[in-house]
């Protein structure tokens, strides 16, 4: 039988994921433990598993590398890869949002010159270009996003917002919500189609543990 | 002046073909236009411009069509897709008594605005077209000619995906306003069962549109898909769409090619004049459709005849990669033969040798000879067999 080849996004989604696929019986728990392997391979069931930057599951994907993929939802709307988003897993839940200091609230809607902050700009443009129509400067940043107001980078951030604890200790607040997300199981195209069963076999199943 | 040195850069989007690269794009495109010919389509050529309007009767639009401004100040696109033009040829040349009519073409199309793989403005595309026949038996021979086609082409491991476009609009149009249906193809399109969800939540009041909507999805597979649906009797358009789309599939199965198909009953695709059976051809390797076409009946009525019509268009550069990656090297083919001369006198013996050699069909390399040893001919031309002109008349000038 051909490999069903997995790929996981680094990090607590990762964590998460193999939680689950542990729960259906599949032997992943080896990605749990100390080491520096990529490749995992459950050989019972002919799955292989990836450990890849979130970022990049969807070119896996995409390109049929992998066949399927588990990420979050804002990186599939940063990214708009050509695939198939077929199940929302429920787990990974948090809002994307608007951050900025409390006295930005009033001026959120009604200033020209503001500048975003953010590790999505295509988020941040969709928002606010696209549901807004406000033409706004979006400065593309890597990390640490919560110094942008505080430098004076920028006036407000899109960014993801789990306990808000970080915005807090910062001086920063949720100012506006754009969307909400969730770690989704994403399928190659052909994939989907020339591994139907099996697939959608691992669809149900999951469906039924979640 | 000195061109500068952005200038000798291409603009983004568009690539050269080099010599191996073009020797299998052209034995392709030979391939898929001689099997559209086994089956009775006659080539012809459109215009590589024509007015917008063609392309596009949304007058705000013109979409990703790569334009221009004519003399008189009316706008020009470069061809985004080969159905218009070809229905805008077939309502200016032909008339009812022409039908059926099976049409050919092969050429490149323009694109502005998407990025699709290394070559993202310009495409190559071979495409056929038969018009004037409602029947499914006319979109089974359009589908199997495409079959035919990419197997020639040196594809075996690829499927075509069979949908309806009056499915979706028999099971949800009637409750939905254009731009919300827009969204849900959208949707449709990447499967995005979560969003489709959230979308029923916001735009589905009717409860029973809904959930099929959410099982919509994941209704792929083979004819009994299609068959299972049908049973539960779901309106007359849409029974009438999936009696349409098995007919098909049963006119395929008679063709013996039934291996190379499958139905997905969420398959959408972004043209909006799509009638009836629609397919896109996928293969491992490519993250993007490999052929796709369908029926697009009195999509021609704006050109001044209406007529039903269906057909298909193979992506060449798409199978070309296909194809390139299935192998280990690309080269372009060596001569057969190089026919060297050492002095003037014996140049017509040469030119008279080098045409005997390409009336047998080999192609001949006619040269002043520039090399010292045959070893350094063989690196630079790679060729199979090396004559001197001394050597022809029998002489001992080697």
């Known amino acids: 039988m051909k490999y069903l080849t997995i790929a996981l996004a680094k990090g607590r989604l990762a964590e998460l994921s193999v939680e689950l696929f542990m729960k259906l019986g599949y032997d992943c728990g080896e990605m749990l433990t100390k080491t520096r392997k990529l490749i995992f391979t459950?050989?019972?069931?002919?799955?292989?598993?990836?450990?890849?930057?979130?970022?990049?599951?969807?070119?896996?994907?995409?390109?049929?590398?992998a066949d399927i993929g588990v990420v979050g939802r804002d990186t599939l709307l940063e990214e708009g890869r050509n695939l198939y988003e077929m199940l929302d897993l429920g787990f990974g839940k948090c809002k994307m949002c608007v951050c900025g200091p409390a006295e930005m609230r009033e001026r959120l809607n009604?200033?020209?010159?503001?500048?975003?902050?953010?590790?999505?700009?295509?988020?941040?443009?969709e928002y606010f270009y696209g549901r807004k129509n406000m033409n706004i400067e979006i400065i593309k940043l890597g990390g640490s996003v919560e110094l942008a107001p505080l430098t004076g980078l920028?006036?407000?951030i899109v960014d993801i917002v789990e306990s808000g604890k970080t915005l807090a200790e910062n001086g920063l607040e949720v100012l506006e919500e754009v969307c909400p997300l969730s770690a989704r199981l994403i399928v190659n195209r052909?994939?989907?189609?020339?591994?139907?069963?099996?697939?959608?076999?691992?669809?149900?199943?999951?469906?039924?543990l979640i | 002046m000195a061109i500068t040195e952005t200038d000798?850069?291409?603009?983004?989007?568009?690539?050269?073909?080099?010599?191996?690269?073009?020797?299998?794009?052209?034995?392709?495109?030979?391939?898929?236009?001689?099997?559209?010919?086994?089956?009775?389509?006659?080539?012809?050529q459109t215009p590589t411009f024509e007015y917008l309007g063609v392309f596009y009767d949304d007058p705000s639009g013109g979409g990703d069509a790569i334009k221009f401004v004519d003399r008189g100040g009316r706008i020009i696109a470069l061809r985004p897709d080969y159905t218009p033009a070809i229905s805008r040829f077939t309502a200016s040349h032909k008339s009812e008594a022409d039908f059926p009519l099976r049409l050919r073409y092969s050429g490149n199309i323009f694109r502005g605005g998407e990025s699709f793989g290394a070559r993202q403005k310009e495409f190559t595309q071979a495409g056929a077209e038969l018009l004037g026949d409602p029947s499914p038996e006319a979109d089974a021979e359009i589908i199997c000619a495409t079959i035919e086609a990419l197997r020639q082409a040196g594809l075996e491991d690829f499927q075509l995906e069979l949908g309806h476009a009056g499915l979706l609009r028999g099971l949800v149009g009637g409750l939905l306003d254009g731009e919300t249906f827009r969204e849900l193809t959208e949707l449709l399109d990447k499967k995005s069962v979560p969003e489709i969800d959230d979308f029923c939540r916001r735009a589905v009041s009717d409860a029973g549109a809904a959930a099929l909507l959410r099982e919509l999805p994941l209704l792929y597979g083979g004819t009994e898909i299609a068959e299972k649906m049908l049973a539960r009797r779901l309106g007359a358009e849409s029974e009438a769409a999936l009696e349409n789309l098995l007919a098909v599939c049963y006119a395929v199965k008679d063709f013996g090619l039934e291996r190379f198909i499958g139905v997905d009953l969420g398959l959408v695709r972004s043209f909006g004049y799509y009638t009836?059976?629609?397919?896109?051809g996928l293969t491992h390797s490519m993250a993007f459709p490999i052929c796709g076409g369908g029926r697009y009946d009195n999509f021609s009525r704006r050109f001044g005849l209406?007529?039903?019509?269906?057909?298909?268009?193979?992506?060449?550069?798409?199978?070309?990669?296909?194809?390139?990656?299935?192998?280990?090297?690309?080269?372009?083919?060596?001569?057969?033969?190089?026919?060297?001369?050492e002095s003037d006198a014996d140049r017509p013996a040469a030119y008279a040798a080098a045409r005997a050699e390409r009336e047998k069909g080999?192609?001949?390399?006619?040269?002043?000879?520039?090399f010292a040893s045959e070893t350094d001919v063989c690196r630079y031309l790679s060729a199979h067999r090396i004559l001197s002109a001394a050597k022809i008349e029998g002489g001992d000038a080697r």
């Open chain 1, 42 to 65: 459950d050989e019972t069931h002919a799955l292989r598993f990836l450990l890849v930057k979130a970022g990049d599951v969807p070119t896996y994907v995409e390109y049929g590398a």
């Open chain 2, 362 to 370: 080999l192609r001949a390399i006619c040269e002043k000879r520039r």
């Open chain 2, 276 to 280: 009836g059976v629609m397919f896109k």
């Open chain 1, 154 to 156: 920028s006036e407000v």
């Open chain 2, 306 to 341: 209406a007529f039903p019509a269906t057909g298909t268009a193979i992506w060449t550069d798409r199978v070309m990669a296909a194809v390139a990656r299935s192998k280990k090297t690309l080269s372009a083919p060596a001569a057969d033969v190089l026919i060297w001369y």
């Open chain 1, 190 to 208: 052909v994939s989907a189609k020339t591994e139907r069963e099996r697939i959608t076999r691992l669809i149900s199943e999951i469906r039924s």
């Open chain 2, 8 to 44: 000798r850069k291409l603009p983004y989007g568009v690539a050269d073909i080099t010599e191996g690269d073009c020797a299998l794009k052209s034995d392709i495109e030979a391939k898929v236009s001689s099997a559209f010919n086994s089956f009775g389509y006659n080539e012809i």
């Open chain 1, 110 to 125: 009604s200033t020209s010159t503001m500048r975003v902050a953010s590790k999505y700009p295509h988020i941040a443009a």
